[in-house]
């Protein structure tokens, strides 16, 4: 297990608040963060960060409005907007860093943000891992993911922890995790900046990317996703199977919508392995 450096690094458009472990390993991966209330990349990935810094470059940064990072003073006009910036962001990281070409994992909302890099930066691009996708147009929209959307109505930590509860399949197997990070997710969800960039992210929605766009992209990619996902429905993912050329498909069964925090060294190895030209 390696260890994990956290600090700013300062580009022309952005404060990328990046959490770091394998530098000067040949091969980097960088790892897209999900949403959801006080959210960081740390909270995503540390599991991952810490088993894959043996061999790659691992690179989770908080995106542009989240946690960390730089919050715009004045809101974006639409969710488009938010996407330009992260794809943005994403370049203008990897250049500072002096990193040519990178793999991707994106979690849920990473996983929008590793497609549009897909459609804008391919040669900036290895393999890609998309687990938990939506924003699909078969993907349900669930009441779950609508009653975590509504947290800022009436927050509390009480409110936080029950919509971590319902990001899992096994409550009780996850309570220990959810209650470690329940203080510090809130306090994080709570800061004005953290409030005021989610409310302007999630006041439009996502427009799907078009059929002739997926079809065209021709970068490896590994769906992973929950079986019981509550969040974003597996139709996301058949959806995308569907659409893609050089695709994979790996479903966890008794998994919800955390697969790389419910079944982390599961996961770990998968990708370790995906990455490694093993799978």
């Known amino acids: 297990m390696v260890n994990v450096v956290s600090g700013v690094v300062k580009t022309e458009g952005f404060e990328t608040y990046l959490n770091r472990s394998g530098e000067g390993n040949k091969e980097a991966i960088l790892f897209l963060h999900?949403?959801?209330?006080?959210?960081?990349?740390?909270?995503?990935?540390?599991?991952a960060l810490e088993a894959l810094g043996e061999e790659f470059d691992c690179l989770a940064p908080d995106l542009y409005g989240f946690a960390n990072s730089s919050h715009p003073e004045v809101p974006l006009k639409n969710r488009q907007a938010w996407m330009d910036e992260w794809v943005k962001q994403a370049i203008e990281l990897i250049d500072e860093l002096n990193i040519e070409k990178v793999n991707l994992v994106g979690n849920s909302l990473g996983c929008s943000v590793a497609l549009e890099l897909l459609l804008e930066y391919p040669e900036r691009i290895n393999k890609v891992v998309l687990m938990g996708p939506g924003g699909t147009p078969n993907t349900k929209i669930s009441f779950e993911l609508a009653r975590a959307k509504s947290f800022y109505d009436n927050p509390s930590k009480k409110k936080l922890q029950q919509i971590m509860s319902w990001f899992?399949?096994?409550?009780?197997?996850?309570?220990?995790?959810?209650?470690?990070?329940?203080?510090?997710?809130?306090?994080?969800?709570?800061?004005?900046?953290?409030?005021?960039?989610?409310?302007?992210?999630?006041?439009?929605?996502?427009?799907?990317?078009?059929?002739?766009?997926?079809?065209?992209?021709?970068?490896?990619?590994?769906?992973?996703?929950?079986?019981?996902?509550?969040?974003?429905?597996?139709?996301?993912?058949?959806?995308?199977?569907?659409?893609?050329?050089?695709?994979?498909?790996?479903?966890?069964?008794?998994?919800?919508?955390?697969?790389?925090?419910?079944?982390?060294?599961?996961?770990?190895?998968?990708?370790?392995?995906?990455?490694?030209?093993?799978?």
Request: net charge negative; charged share 20%; aromatic share 10%.
């Open 34 to 47: 999900g949403s959801g209330p006080g959210v960081t990349a740390i909270a995503n990935w540390r599991p």
């Open 168 to 279: 899992v399949y096994d409550v009780e197997k996850m309570w220990p995790l959810i209650e470690s990070v329940t203080d510090y997710r809130y306090e994080n969800a709570m800061r004005p900046e953290v409030r005021r960039s989610n409310d302007s992210i999630f006041a439009t929605a996502a427009v799907p990317i078009p059929t002739v766009a997926l079809n065209r992209i021709e970068n490896e990619v590994l769906l992973v996703h929950g079986l019981n996902d509550k969040v974003c429905s597996i139709e996301s993912s058949y959806y995308l199977a569907e659409h893609l050329k050089n695709v994979q498909l790996h479903i966890f069964g008794q998994c919800g919508h955390w697969t790389q925090l419910e079944e982390k060294d599961r996961f770990n190895h998968l990708i370790h392995t995906y990455f490694s030209g093993k799978l």
